[in-house]
Nanobody
Framework: VQLQASGGGLVQAGGSLRLSCAASGGTFGNYGMGWFRQAPGKEREFVAA????????YYADSVKGRFTISRDNWKNTVYLQMFSLKPEDEALYYCARKQGYNFYDARAYDIWGQGTLVTVSS
């Protein structure tokens, strides 16, 4: 299984972006998926996750109400729609496949994409 993240770019504060993560190989619809991010000099942090069916979603407090995670199992793709972007949202964003129990814990994810960079100008 490979994950390919895309959609990052430069956006002004208050703007929007939609990230995509396309999966190839494996059975995408059997797994929860998550987005994490890592800013320079900081640890990787949880952003959002979605269950295999797409029925349930989970968010970090810092993005709740501004970001929306969704998935299309027919297209083997998970999305992260980001609104009202802030300079502190600037980071390398990774998608990952959840294998373990805890949606919020990076250790529960076994396959990671390469990351897509989001830059927010103030």
């Amino acid at each position: 299984v490979q994950l390919q993240a895309s959609g990052g770019g430069l956006v002004q504060a208050g703007g929007s972006l939609r990230l995509s993560c396309a999966a190839s190989g494996g059975t995408f619809g059997n797994y929860g998926m998550g987005w994490f991010r890592q800013a320079p000099g900081k640890e990787r942090e949880f952003v959002a996750a979605v269950t295999s069916s797409g029925e349930n979603t989970y968010y970090a407090d810092s993005v709740k109400g501004r970001f929306t995670i969704s998935r299309d199992n027919w297209k083997n793709t998970v999305y992260l729609q980001m609104f009202s972007l802030k300079p502190e949202d600037e980071a390398l964003y990774y998608c990952a496949r959840k294998q373990g129990y805890n949606f919020y814990d990076a250790r529960a994810y076994d396959i990671w994409g390469q990351g897509t960079l989001v830059t927010v100008s103030s």
